[in-house]
């Protein structure tokens, strides 16, 4: 049975609490830093500050960090958001995912999410 300490599986997921601090609703999922966080390409909006707390101990096993609601996110094109991007606000991707749901945005307005897990699990 494969197996790996709670240290290994928590150094994929430091990068995240230490240096996520932006999330940026996409109109699609972002493969890159500027499609993430550019207006007018995926960027719907953004929230800067994010504070992405230590990794913990996850539900069906390994390691998960959990993304802070969120209620005053900034939008700055109107769309549909569909995805969410997490960055280090400067220059790397480091997360993407589905929201639960599409929700319609427009520019000028907040934004809001509920909050999320993103996790790795236990090696099978």
């Known amino acids: 049975m494969a197996w790996l300490s709670n240290e290994i599986l928590d150094g994929g997921l ?5 240096s996520g601090t932006r999330l940026d609703i996409t109109s699609q999922e972002a493969t890159t830093y500027g499609n993430a966080t550019t207006d007018g390409t995926y960027s719907l909006g953004y929230k800067t500050g994010l504070a ?3 990794p913990s101990e996850r539900g069906a096993g ?3 960090v ?3 609601e969120i ?7 109107t769309a549909t958001a569909t995805h969410y991007a997490i960055t280090n606000g400067v220059d790397t991707l480091y997360a993407t995912g589905s929201l639960s749901a599409g929700q319609a945005v427009t ?3 907040t ?3 509920t909050s999320f897990t993103i996790g790795i699990p236990d090696p099978a």
């Open 71 to 77: 209620t005053d996110g900034t939008v700055t094109e």
């Open 107 to 109: 520019d000028g307005n």
């Open 62 to 64: 390994g390691r998960e």
């Open 14 to 18: 430091d990068v995240l609490d230490v």
């Open 52 to 54: 992405i707390p230590a």
């Open 66 to 68: 959990i993304v802070p």
């Open 111 to 113: 934004f809001t999410l």
